[in-house]
Nanobody, 121 residues
Framework: QVQLVESGGGLVQAGGSLRLSCVAS????????MGWYRQRLGKQRELVAN???????TYADSVKGRFTISADNANNTVWLQMNSLKPEDTAVYYC???????????????WGQGTQVTVSS
């Protein structure tokens, strides 16, 4: 089993900052990618930021220049630093890893429980 635990969400005024953390644990053999998605009310889940093992990073256009993803692969930890927050950033944020478990052949995605970020105007 692989479990991801998120923390760091909350309520913040527009222009403020939050830092989300996610720690994965369990029977992990290797991680290929770690990232963050978010889901606004009534909308589909969307990519926020993703970091693959070689260090390549992808950001959604809406967060470029404001959000920064970082990771400690050895400790299965990923962070999302969010600056200059806007009301439209309000969403449930989910961390995700693409990993291979001990004893299994294929890669799979594992998701955190989600953490609410609310940005007031």
């Amino acid at each position: 089993q692989v479990q991801l635990v998120e923390s760091g969400g909350g309520l913040v005024q527009a222009g403020g900052s939050l830092r989300l953390s996610c720690v994965a644990s369990g029977s992990i053999f290797m991680i290929n990618a770690m990232g963050w998605y978010r889901q606004r009310l009534g909308k589909q889940r969307e990519l926020v930021a993703n970091r693959i093992r070689d260090g390549s990073i992808t950001y959604a256009d809406s967060v470029k220049g404001r959000f920064t993803i970082s990771a400690d692969n050895a400790n299965n930890t990923v962070w999302l630093q969010m600056n200059s927050l806007k009301p439209e950033d309000t969403a449930v944020y989910y961390c995700v890893i693409e990993a291979k478990q001990l004893g299994l052949f294929d890669w799979d995605d594992y998701w955190g429980q989600g953490t609410q970020v609310t940005v007031s105007s």
